[in-house]
């Protein structure tokens, strides 16, 4: 029990503040999310929240970017699957990375072209310090 407490200690603090803003910011009307009711919410169901709103933007962002990835398998050799070409590998083909580094690569060429509508780029939210991770090295 010793042992359960100091590991909890240790873990690092969670910040509340972003936290209700991301959930804020996603539209959700649920009562429970309210600033009234927010600190009586168990942590499991604020998990189990964010958890589902970083599964929905990562679907608006393969939504966003269809068109594009469309054009991708216009131009690639034949046989190359739509899921290439967009900015986060579908459910099923999910192995330990998200995001491909090529799909990094050619978001970045796009953002620094001006070709990515703003919309697209702000779905991306989240993601972007890890885009700009994968093109680094």
Not at 24 to 29: F, L, Y
Not at 87 to 95: G, I, S, V, W
Not at 131 to 137: A, C, G, H, N, R
Request: hydrophobic share 40%.
């Amino acid at each position: 029990m010793i042992r359960s407490i100091n590991e909890q200690l240790n873990q690092p603090k969670i910040d509340w503040n972003t936290i209700y803003f991301d959930i804020q910011s996603a539209g959700i009307s649920d009562p429970r999310f309210h600033s009234k009711n927010f600190h009586k919410c168990p942590i499991w169901v604020i998990r189990e929240m964010r958890s589902r709103i970083d599964h929905r933007d990562t679907t608006l962002a393969n939504a966003y970017s269809m068109a594009a990835a469309r054009i991708g398998v216009a131009w690639a050799p034949k046989g190359t699957p739509l899921q290439y070409f967009l900015p986060f590998l579908l459910e099923e083909d999910k192995k330990t990375n998200d995001i491909t580094v090529d799909t990094a690569k050619i978001f970045i060429d796009g953002v620094k072209s001006h070709i990515i509508p703003n919309k697209v780029i702000s779905a991306f939210g989240k993601h972007i310090d890890k885009i700009y991770e994968l093109v680094k090295d």
